[in-house]
């Protein structure tokens, strides 16, 4: 908990000093400074409840954390499309950042004392050391963390490119309408605390393939050049995506037997690692 509330805090400052920067190289450099901070906070908070929940229950929590994410994945991406399309990019930035830092002091304030975390035996760099190489060595990790990169790296250059796509013709859309196609990750708001759900009852596995199964169908569906078969496809696309995202970064915490934070971490970094590779590789196709 106090290492979220650290992490929370320098990602809050970085935020709001980022609209301040004189130019597109010093933008870059806070937005990775932000990135590093704000990172570690997904990995924290999954960790942070496989510790503090019983492991039948890990899954569920998971899955309703991350419909919490796509929440604030929606209003960060809807309040500043519009705010920078009126004044530029620097208003965009700014109306992120304030709504950022208003969540984060709320996080902060309110995220309770860990009643669960038991402090490891030894060093702590050589605990952690052993809780990543334990968790590589699991062959069901490795396939859970393929499947972070995978996933979210096909979601995440869905929506990079779709909005310069739906900008030009045939559909001519301004960025303030184009940018409004996140709220399909309302979709994902629903699926994801489903999906946990029913990975209690039907089991994991079975429910994270279904999910990946509904986002291949969704991309297919953005192919037409056809607005309502797009905005449709794109729905579909983030109630599968945020399903299978959901039950997966759950199995990670209920599946670590040492390294849970580690665990969890390694996860994260393989789907931001996908996110930052495939939304950019895939440009190119």
């Keep these: 908990a106090p290492a979220m509330k650290i992490a929370l805090s320098i990602s809050l400052v970085l935020g709001l000093l980022t609209p301040l920067a004189p130019g597109f190289a010093s933008l870059l450099v806070l937005r990775s400074l932000g990135g590093l901070a704000l990172g570690g906070v997904p990995a924290l908070a999954v960790a942070y409840l496989a510790e503090e929940i019983h492991v039948r229950h890990v899954s569920l929590a998971a899955a309703i954390y991350i419909s919490g994410t796509t929440v604030g994945g929606l209003l960060g991406r809807v309040i500043t499309g519009p705010f920078a399309d009126l004044g530029g990019w620097r208003l965009g930035v ?20 860990a009643q669960g975390w038991v402090r ?104 037409p050049d056809n607005l309502a078969m797009v905005l449709t496809g794109l729905f579909v696309l983030t109630t599968g995506f945020f399903g299978a995202h959901g039950v997966a970064s759950g199995w990670v915490g209920a599946r670590a037997r040492v390294g849970k934070a580690q665990a969890s971490a390694l996860y994260n970094l393989f789907y ?7 939304g950019w590789l895939l440009g190119y196709a």
Aim: hydrophobic residues 50%.
């Design 272 to 278: 931001c690692g996908g996110s930052s590779l495939f």
């Design 94 to 113: 700014t109306a992120g950042g304030v709504l950022s830092a208003i969540a984060a002091i709320i996080a902060i304030t309110l995220l309770p004392r």
């Design 120 to 223: 490891p035996v030894g060093r702590p760099t050589t605990s952690v050391r052993e809780g990543v190489l334990a968790n590589l060595r699991d062959p069901g990790m490795l396939v859970l963390y393929g499947q972070a990169a995978l996933l979210m790296g096909g979601f995440v250059a869905t929506y990079n490119y779709l909005g310069f796509r739906l900008e030009r013709e045939p559909f001519g859309l301004p960025v303030a309408i184009s940018s409004q196609i996140f709220f399909a990750y309302l979709g994902g708001t629903v699926s994801s605390s489903v999906a946990g759900r029913l990975a209690a009852t039907h089991g994991r596995r079975k429910v994270m393939l279904t999910c990946v199964v509904i986002t291949i169908v969704g991309v297919v569906m953005t192919f």
